[in-house]
């Protein structure tokens, strides 16, 4: 069993920043994809941005030049900063790993979510 426990959500005015972070516990021996999605109403679920264990990083083009993702290792925790935020930013934003427990399988792990409100 993997516990994901998410923070760092709110309301922002437009323009705004926020900082979600998610840490991991658990069942953990090692972790690869580290990442978030959100879901907008009305919407399908989306990727935000992932990074993987050595560092690489993908973004939806909607976020590139505003959201920052980084991980870390030590503390199995991953980070999103979100700058410039925009009305159409306003979603639940979950977080996502995939990990591995000692001799087992890999298997992906979801937060509960985090609502994000960018609105004046």
């Known amino acids: 069993q993997v516990q994901l426990v998410e923070s760092g959500g709110g309301l922002v005015q437009p323009g705004g920043s926020l900082r979600l972070s998610c840490a991991a516990s658990?069942?953990?021996?090692?972790?690869?994809?580290m990442g978030w999605y959100r879901r907008a109403p009305g919407k399908e679920r989306e990727l935000v941005a992932a990074?993987?264990?050595?560092?690489?990083?993908n973004y939806a083009n909607s976020v590139k030049g505003r959201f920052t993702i980084s991980r870390d290792n030590a503390k199995n925790t991953v980070y999103l900063q979100m700058n410039s935020l925009k009305p159409e930013d306003t979603a639940v934003y979950y977080c996502?790993?995939?990990?591995?427990?000692?001799?087992?399988?890999?298997?992906?792990?979801w937060g509960r979510g985090t609502q994000v409100t960018v609105s004046s």
């Open positions: 658990g069942s953990i021996f090692s972790i690869n994809a």
């Open positions: 990074i993987i264990s050595g560092g690489s990083t």
């Open positions: 996502n790993v995939e990990s591995r427990p000692l001799g087992g399988n890999w298997n992906r792990s």
